[in-house]
């Protein structure tokens, strides 16, 4: 679980249709990969990004869920830990009775949309 070293999270919020998650989670600039990604100019690399996503699907759901279709990831802006070490992250779900969770989710920091998603994640 990246949470437990990579961010915290600072708010979680489901709706009760169980529909929507709106989380706000603090980077922290001092881990590892903001070594190697990249050196002098840290960026939160796109696949946590993707994790981070999962992992807030898990908490709301209450189950462990795999990302199994990415059908749409666009990446329109950089996520620096040390200028915006905040991001704001909106899950629009649609789950299924087959355990399956569609989801739209928008990626914010600094005020900037810098991740639009769409894909499907599976229950375990």
């Known amino acids: 679980m990246l949470q437990d070293n990579l ?16 989380a706000t989670i603090k980077l922290n600039k001092e881990h ?14 796109g696949v ?4 981070i996503i999962k992992e807030l699907i898990d908490k709301g ?13 666009k990446y329109l802006g950089f996520v620096n830990p040390v200028a915006d070490p905040e991001v704001l992250f909106d899950l ?10 569609a989801c739209n989710a928008t990626v ?5 949309a ?4 769409k894909g499907e994640f ?3």
């Open 32 to 45: 590892p990969v903001f070594q190697g990604h990249f050196p002098g100019n840290p960026i939160l690399p």
């Open 7 to 22: 961010y915290q999270l600072l708010s979680f919020n489901l709706s009760e249709s169980r529909d929507r998650i709106t």
């Open 61 to 73: 759901m209450g189950t462990n869920y795999m990302l199994t279709k990415a059908g749409n990831v």
């Open 108 to 112: 914010s920091a600094g005020g900037n």
């Open 122 to 124: 599976t229950r375990q």
């Open 114 to 117: 810098t991740c639009s998603f």
């Open 92 to 101: 629009i779900l649609k789950p299924a009775e087959t355990g399956i969770v």
């Open 48 to 51: 946590c990004t993707l994790q």
